[in-house]
């Protein structure tokens, strides 16, 4: 099992940049493929990014390609969700997430993941 922290949400003025940090411990974080997904007030749960174990698969959200990038560095069980060019419409709770049902590739379907972080919130201001 792994426990899952995110920090580095807040409020950002539109056009500007956050790094989201998730932060592993328990297990190490070279056993999961890693995930972020985000859900604002009253929508479903949205796929971000996801990334595999070794760092050189990840996949990308419609919203989040071309603004967003997701990174890792095992040695310190983080994982990083670099956000650019930021909208109004980001505003939400972002999760970070950590599946071992096959680590050697992303995963973009939610429920494959087992481990969630209790997410940090992300406000834009137009």
Not at 44 to 65: L, M, P, Q
Not at 66 to 72: E, Y
Not at 83 to 96: H, Q
Not at 106 to 121: I, L, S
Request: with cysteine; proline share 2%.
């Amino acid at each position: 099992q792994v426990h899952l922290v995110e920090s580095g949400g807040g409020l950002v003025q539109a056009g500007g940049s956050l790094r989201l940090s998730c932060t592993a411990s328990g297990r190490a974080m070279i056993y999961y493929a890693m995930g972020w997904f985000r859900q604002a007030p009253g929508k479903a749960r949205e796929f971000v990014a996801t990334i595999n174990w070794t760092g050189d698969s990840a996949i990308y959200g419609d919203s989040a390609r071309g603004r967003f990038t997701i990174s890792r560095d095992n040695v310190k069980n983080t994982v990083y969700l670099q956000m650019n060019s930021l909208k109004p419409e980001d505003t939400a709770v972002y999760y970070c997430a950590a599946t071992d049902r096959d680590n050697t590739v992303p995963h973009r379907t939610g429920r494959t993941y087992d481990n969630w972080g209790q997410g940090t919130q992300v406000t834009v201001s137009s």
